[in-house]
């Protein structure tokens, strides 16, 4: 619960009786003047317990800086009525262990996901996916993105295959996805293309302009591609632009290795009788291996020989 909407009882002045009531009683006036000094110098009974029963608002009697000095509100602290009425309570969560289909009957969004071929079986396996789903509310959140990805090119049979793997499209801000299709566009990628990539690579809606534009340079310079050679190698593999760097890099280290190096190790394999290069038979070396590996490895690991055999072996060629 918010402190705007509870009170803290603890922390409050607790209104007592005055000393005076005492001490008129104690006086040794009559009856008769007791009674009149009451009614005349101080409320009835009941309305000094009215007012001792009663609880000083906030705006009187606690400051702002004095929230950070009260003790937390306990679970177990009784409320009013009229404190009850104004809780917002967030909506409940589901457990850590459930399946959305649990979920389906009471969720018209769950539901109309379900016809379009959605498969919460595997989306449920995401731990975020569940909030996420069951917070969205079709009309506002969902038409909008189903309406972008059909203009897109994507098919009404293909939309559940799509959500299903990149469900979070449901958190992209409409105008970023279209955005990042329109810079596709002025790089001239037609729209049949952009709605063959993205089925091929569903996540690549969810990456920005700097980081799509950024993949693009980088393959056109590392694998000194034309503009067009680029575009058309994107068109046929988008994963380029989703994937990891990593592997991408180990295997242009295999490419662009001068071929006078592959060609001084094949020739010392040759001679020592070790350039077995069938994968089906035994001793194969694969050719990441021949190429890739420094040559202190190479040649313990694959040529089986000491580096200066190598090196006294180049010299005679």
């Known amino acids: 619960m918010s402190s ?12 007592r ?88 009957d009471h969720s018209e969004t769950l539901q109309k996901l379900v016809l379009l071929g959605v498969d919460l079986s595997k989306i449920e396996k995401h731990p975020d996916a569940a909030n996420l789903l069951l917070r969205l509310d079709f009309e506002k959140d969902i038409k909008q993105i189903l309406v972008f990805l059909k203009d897109l090119g994507i098919e009404d049979n293909q939309l559940g295959t799509y959500l299903t793997k990149n469900y979070a499209i449901f958190s992209e801000d409409l105008e970023n996805l279209k955005t990042r299709v329109a810079y596709l566009q002025s790089k001239n990628f037609s729209k049949a293309h952009i709605a063959q990539m993205v089925r091929n690579a ?36 988008p994963r380029l632009l989703t994937g990891s760097l990593e592997p991408v890099k180990e295997n242009m280290k295999v490419f662009n290795t001068r071929l006078f190096k592959i060609k001084e190790r094949h020739l010392f394999l040759t001679y020592l009788g070790r350039a077995q290069y069938d994968p089906t038979k035994l001793n194969y070396i694969s050719l990441d291996k021949l190429v890739s590996v420094p040559d202190e490895i190479f040649c313990e690991e694959i040529a089986k020989a000491s580096v200066q055999d190598f090196e006294k072996f180049l010299k005679t060629l």
Do not use: H, M
């Open 4 to 15: 705007d909407n509870c009170f803290l009882p603890w922390g409050f002045k607790t209104y």
């Open 202 to 237: 569903p996540f690549l809606l969810s990456f920005s302009v700097e980081r799509l534009d950024n993949r693009l340079g980088f393959f056109q310079k590392e694998l000194e591609l034309s503009v067009k050679k680029t575009r058309d190698l994107i068109v046929r593999l």
């Open 17 to 104: 009786t005055s000393s005076s009531w005492n001490s008129s009683q104690s006086t040794n006036s009559s009856r008769q003047e007791i009674s009149s000094a009451q009614s005349a110098l101080l409320p009835s009974v009941n309305e000094q317990t009215q007012k001792t029963q009663k609880i000083p608002s906030f705006d009187s009697e606690l400051s702002l800086e004095a929230l950070d000095d009260l003790p937390p509100l306990s679970p177990l602290q009784p409320v009013s009525e009229e404190e009850a009425i104004q809780i917002i309570a967030d909506p409940p969560l589901p457990p850590d262990t459930f399946t959305l289909r649990d979920y389906v």
